[in-house]
């Protein structure tokens, strides 16, 4: 008998909800009471190192020595008092995960008796060496300095995690180049806030700065901690390769917004007091499509703050899940057949007046500003819609973009029926000469209505990759497992090299004769007409879109090293290299790390099925024939000769089915493993890429198929691997 398989489920039904005390009822009484954030910095710090340090997060003013020395000692206070014994640089190498070194405050002297103090000064909380050198660094570290840093951000606050004081840093080599995701975020951020900053100006002057907020929503699938460790595949690469369906899916929808079962409802208070406590401001609570499918979402917050908080909330989520015998996959398709999980990016751009430039206003001057800012976010998707499909390019997202499930891997823009029509209008209203005064009375009227016919646009089409949502646009392509820092790097850097180029125009237009709202419209006008192809409002889902995206010339890039290759573009270069976020030779390395990422998961795939079918299957299936051969021989002694002829013809056929499979499976398996040493085997990393996309991933589903049959077809009692009903209806 399968012992594993059947003592896991045997755990599972014994297992009861692990219930915490809240702290307080008042969520207020513990938000954010982990994190040194401007409450705790004004009660800690000298009103002069707080004024700096405020200077530092809000304008990006250096901060000097002195002051930083002093900020180090009131963070080490506050987190002694709060029972950290160590300190530690918290950084975002390109695995994707975080990652941390941990060090002691206690720095024992030299001396006879064993004795020091707590030590922790402005260097060490500006600057550490990790001795990081295994981090990914597509050849950067070879090619120059061997060591890397580490560099405080203060524009995110310290925060403790366990008994450790973590201070949010960048990741940089020593010749400066970027090793990590949120030093070129910084950068496209400052981009983006730049240019908009701008462009804002044209509508009123008192915008000094504009700054990106960015909403995330992370989907989840929760499972048992003894399933789990009973499947190879899941613990390894996050996925199941092998399981025939459950018979009950999400046919039903019963779990969308359903109950949340007793066990998962503990873990769920537990996990949103942690993230509270970390001043994650979580709120939102609902079941998703699929079976044992989460989703949890914050308020919106500041780009960089709000990513980092969805590195910590992923780091929360493992952590908690463990306290209630869960473990956490967020994989992005970790079931075929079921609904996959994104991480949608809400993305909008705020002005330091307190204005969402992506909201709609209350008169046609506000309008404009919007319109604005909006028609140049569709234009920048239009120019760059392949930059935006890299970005979020993963071996996990393939299975889930231009798979039968959407998002498609098509980048497209959904702004709903009545922004179109405004649209449309615009194109054909607004004329290349001077306007008459009833044209432009009519804009006037037309452009003065957003808001009612958003009111009441209800429209929401879910199927776009890209929608805008009333007063935002969401990113949904985006991958569950992502650092959402890829998306808003690449987002905010063609939006910002778009706003440059519009700013630039609208001057020239002035500088001929225009007056300012009409060189806009006119402006406007131009990029509209230029972007059509990008906006699409109907069913994403279907066949008939990817013919019509053929037809307009829209990409349909649908695997990684397919989608990665416009990284290698000479315009791309340019234009991160332009906007100062990446270097030509930042830019290489990251193509490079992206493409060695997705060599790693696929190799390490390809082992992990290798494996499942030559230890756990095959041997199951084989004890299944023997019982078979068994039976037939017994059949012999019972029966007379003439019936058992018929009846041994009978299973002989059954003994051959499996034999056949299982022969079938193992050439499979060997012919794969072939194919995966020549991928290996070769030089260049893109080749390399290729191959172990178009040659060794197919045989996935050609194994799997057979694998899903002989679970259908071998004793259940036999089956070594628990079976996709048990793990995702077992709770
Ligand atoms: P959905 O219908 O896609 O589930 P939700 O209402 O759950 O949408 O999520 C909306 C998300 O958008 C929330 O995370 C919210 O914080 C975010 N959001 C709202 N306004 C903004 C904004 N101005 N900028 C960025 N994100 C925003
Ligand atoms: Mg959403």
């Known amino acids: 008998m399968a012992t594993l398989r059947f003592q ?75 029972g950290a014994t160590h300190y530690t640089h918290w950084f975002q190498p390109m695995t994707g995960a975080t990652a941390e070194k941990h060090d002691s405050f206690f720095k024992p002297s030299l001396g006879g008796e064993l004795e020091g103090l707590e030590k922790f000064d402005g260097t060490l909380l500006a600057q550490q060496e990790p001795d990081a050198s295994s981090f990914p660094n597509g050849g950067i570290r070879n090619t120059f300095e061997a060591r890397g840093y580490t560099a405080w951000d203060p524009s995110s606050p310290a925060f403790i995690m366990g008994k450790t004081l973590c201070i949010p840093t960048i990741f940089i080599a020593y010749t400066g180049e970027a090793l990590d995701n949120k030093m070129p975020l910084l950068k496209a951020l400052d981009a983006v806030e730049k240019a908009a900053a701008d462009v804002a100006q044209y509508f009123d002057k008192n915008v000094k700065k504009v700054s990106t907020t960015l909403g995330w929503e992370q989907e989840y699938f929760l499972i048992d901690k003894a399933l789990y460790n009973a499947r190879p595949d899941i613990m390894l690469t996050g996925r199941a390769l092998l399981g025939s369906a459950p018979a009950k899916g999400q046919q039903l929808d019963d779990h969308y917004f359903g109950s949340i079962p007793a066990r998962v409802e503990a873990f ?57 015998d869960f473990r956490v996959l967020l994989h992005e398709k970790p079931f075929a057949g079921l609904n996959g999980s994104g991480k949608h990016n809400n993305w909008a751009l705020a002005t330091d007046t307190g204005v969402n430039l992506l909201k709609p206003g209350k008169n046609p001057k506000s309008n404009l500003q919007f319109l604005t800012f909006f028609i140049n976010t569709i234009k920048a998707i239009h120019d760059n819609a392949d930059i935006l499909r890299a970005s979020i390019a993963g071996a996990g997202n393939d299975h889930r973009l231009g798979a039968n499930e959407a998002p498609p891997a098509i980048i497209s823009v959904f702004i709903g029926s009545q922004l179109s029509q405004l649209l449309d209008s615009i194109e054909k209203n607004v004329k290349a000469g001077k306007m008459t005064p009833d044209d432009k009375t009519a804009l006037k009227l037309n452009i003065g209505k957003i808001p009612e016919i958003l009111l009441d646009n209800t429209d929401r089409n879910r199927t776009s990759p890209f929608a805008f949502t009333g007063n935002k ?80 010339g829209l990409s349909n890039l649908k695997d990684t090293p397919r989608a990665l290759d416009i990284l290698t573009d000479k315009n791309t270069v340019k234009l991160f290299n332009d906007l100062n976020i990446f270097s030509p030779i930042e830019m290489e390395a990251r193509h490079e790390i992206e493409l060695e990422n997705y060599i790693m998961k696929i190799q390490i795939e390809a082992s992990v099925l290798k494996d499942l079918c030559i230890n756990h299957i095959i041997p199951s299936a084989l004890q299944y024939q023997s019982r078979l051969i068994e039976n037939a021989r017994g059949l012999k002694e019972i029966l007379p000769a003439a019936e058992f002829k018929k009846a041994a013809a009978t299973q002989l056929e059954f003994i051959k089915v499996i034999s056949e499979k299982v022969n079938d499976i193992r050439t499979l398996s060997e012919k794969m493993m072939i194919e995966k040493t020549k991928a290996e085997n070769i030089s260049s990393v893109n080749k390399s890429a290729y191959a172990f996309c178009d040659k060794v991933k197919p045989y996935f589903d050609q194994i799997r198929e057979i694998a899903d049959e002989l679970e259908l077809t071998v004793d259940d009692e036999l089956w070594p691997l628990p079976k996709l009903r048990e793990i995702l209806f077992t709770r």
């Open 8 to 82: 896991a489920i045997e755990d599972v039904l014994h297992r009861t909800p692990k219930n915490k005390e809240l702290p307080s009822v008042k969520i207020s009484d513990f938000f954010a009471e982990n994190v040194f954030n401007k409450k705790r910095m004004q009660e800690y710090l000298s009103d002069e190192a707080y004024d700096s340090i405020m200077e530092t997060m809000e304008r990006g003013v250096p901060i000097d020595r002195r002051i930083a020395d002093q900020v180090a000692a009131s963070m080490k206070d506050w987190a002694i008092s709060k």
């Open 268 to 324: 769920m208070r537990d996990f949103e007091v942690e993230a509270h406590k970390h001043g994650i401001p979580v709120t939102t609570r609902h079941n998703e499509v699929a079976p044992n499918q989460f989703e949890c979402a914050p308020m919106f917050e500041e780009a960089n703050l709000a990513n980092d908080h969805n590195q910590l909330l992923m780091d929360i989520l493992e952590k908690v899940a463990r306290n209630h």
């Open 473 to 552: 646009f969401e990113f949904r392509a985006v991958g569950s497992t992502a650092n959402c820092a890829s998306a808003m790097i690449a987002l905010n850097a063609i939006v910002a090299k778009q706003l440059q180029d519009f700013k630039s125009s609208v001057d020239g237009r002035i500088q001929k004769g225009d007056k300012k709202d009409e060189a806009i419209l006119k402006e406007l006008q131009k990029l509209i007409k230029e972007s059509k192809k990008i906006r699409f409002e109907g069913n994403g889902y279907g066949e008939e879109w990817v013919k019509e995206a053929k037809k307009r």
